[in-house]
């Protein structure tokens, strides 16, 4: 008697106690959809800059790659000037502190800016010195060559000085190697983008190219980036390729795994890169002559890029062609196309 009383206890007990706790909510499936594909029109000279959302299935914003030389990166306390690399633009420091002082780049070593996004190799680096709540500026002149346009017409250079960064503006001098031209600037952080953007062009002027930083994936773009010989010697190239939206997207590489075999719970398992050009160029070979301009671009349907974007959506996503196959720019370079899938 006693132990079935302790059996009606138990088993009441743990009625009582399950009746407590809430039901767990069956979240609903969502539809992966089937696979897409979206073809990117930068054109053969690659003179768009083209902003992609994967989630949309659609072009957010395009720009010409010669829209803006400066750019400064817009977290709160943040004081980064990157160059538009789509230019292969440099800068170098002078060592003088006058623009007066400053008439020609001879002698200089100019530097590129780091095609992965690190914010510490910078070619414009120590304008500014931050010692607690004590701030002052170098006032050192940088030279800037401003690269070359899509047509490869040189786009000049600059002596810059950059004079002060008061309430998240940032202000600055700059004049044509002559002197002539002097213009003072002025970059106010824009926080809903990665930068705010300048452009010596037309006097000087901020502008706005890219999009609000929640609106996109993926960039394409030309960027400069370092190449090795075969006798593993660097040196700067202008490549065409896919940088990573800067604002929490990030990606993995899986070149082993057919692409329709991917899945979400593998994508979970991979190990993800934030670095800006993680997908890059490296999508597609070239053959051919490059040195004579006489090649061939041949993509990798192998490789399979999974996507992880800042909402913690996946994607998984290949390139199939960078030829147009329609239209007046048939068989033309330059128009990459890809498929992609929400996992």
């Not at 002027?205 to 994936?217: A, G, H, M």
């Not at 997908?279 to 070239?286: A, E, L, Q, R, S």
């Not at 671009?297 to 996507?307: A, F, M, N, Q, T």
């Not at 062609?321 to 899938?341: A, C, I, V």
Request: hydrophobic residues 35%; aromatic residues 14%.
């Amino acid at each position: 008697m006693i132990y079935r009383s302790v059996f009606l206890f138990c088993l009441l007990s743990t009625v009582l106690l399950t009746a407590c706790f809430k039901e767990d909510e069956r979240i609903p499936p969502y539809d992966r959809g089937d696979k897409l594909t979206m073809v990117i029109e930068m054109t053969q000279n690659y003179k768009y800059q083209i902003y992609c959302n994967l989630d949309q299935n659609q072009v957010v914003s395009t720009n010409l790659k010669r829209d803006m030389d400066l750019l400064f990166e817009t977290s709160p306390a943040s004081h980064y000037i990157l160059l538009n690399s789509a230019n292969f633009m440099t800068a170098s420091a002078t060592g003088k502190f006058s623009l007066d002082e400053v008439t020609s780049d001879a002698g200089l070593t100019h530097q590129f800016d780091p095609s992965s996004g690190n914010l510490d190799s910078l070619a414009i680096a120590n304008w500014i010195i931050i010692n607690g709540t004590d701030t002052t500026y170098s006032h050192e002149v940088f030279v800037i060559d401003r690269g070359y346009d899509e047509l490869g017409n040189l786009l000049g250079k600059k002596k810059i000085t950059f004079d002060s960064l008061v309430a998240n503006r940032l202000y600055f001098t700059f004049a044509n190697l002559n002197g002539s031209d002097l213009t003072s600037g002025m970059i106010a952080k824009t926080p809903e983008s990665n930068f705010a953007y300048y452009s010596f062009n037309n006097e000087g002027l901020q502008v706005f190219p890219e999009p609000s930083k929640t609106s996109y994936d993926l960039l394409f773009s030309q960027y400069t980036t370092l190449l090795f010989t075969n006798e593993g010697i660097p040196y700067p190239y202008l490549v065409t390729g896919v940088l990573l939206n800067r604002f929490n997207t990030m990606v993995a590489l899986d070149s082993i795994t057919p692409f329709d075999s991917i899945t979400l719970d593998m994508a979970s398992e991979m190990a993800f890169s934030n670095q800006l050009d993680a997908i890059g160029y490296n999508w597609k070979d070239v053959i051919g002559d490059v040195e004579t301009g006489n090649v061939f671009y041949e993509v990798k349907p192998s490789y399979g890029y999974i996507i992880r974007n800042h909402e913690d959506m996946y994607f998984k996503l290949r390139f199939v062609n960078f030829y147009s196959t329609e239209g007046d720019s048939k068989g033309e370079k330059g128009y990459p196309t890809f498929e992609f899938q929400r996992l």
